[in-house]
């Protein structure tokens, strides 16, 4: 009987857990788009803008100003990344930067946007 009950409770916890993990991944599909491959982009389009974000830091250092991403590239400072699905764009003057990345893959369940600033805040719509 001991063991019974604890198998049955074993298995109610299971339960729990497998169903908050499949509603937790449903929210993170709703804000990533329908495809595994646009998750795995979207999380490497961060990591390319923040990347991009320090080395606009470094560049502002060394040249009073930020950089467009031509002279980011001339620069040397940083590889600026290409991915088939997004494009990157850079507004920089002498005192902020914004980068840009665009999603223009066929999710349409992806998010468009997705900024980062000089206070290397990202935001997404």
Known sequence: MGRSTGFIG???????FGYLYTSQ???VVATTG???ATFVSTTGVRNDLLAMAQSEQRYAVT??????????????DIHVPS???????ID?????????????GPDTKALKHIRID??????QD
Request: charged residues 25%; hydrophobic residues 40%.
């Open 83 to 89: 991915r088939p699905d997004f494009t990157y764009d």
């Open 25 to 27: 991944l449903k929210q």
């Open 92 to 104: 920089a003057s002498t005192d902020h930067f914004t980068i840009t990345a665009t999603y223009i």
């Open 34 to 36: 329908d495809a595994p």
């Open 10 to 16: 074993l298995v109610i916890v299971v339960a729990v």
């Open 63 to 76: 040249h009073r100003g930020y950089a467009s991403l031509d002279e980011l590239r001339m620069d040397g």
């Open 118 to 123: 000089d206070s290397k805040t990202i935001t």
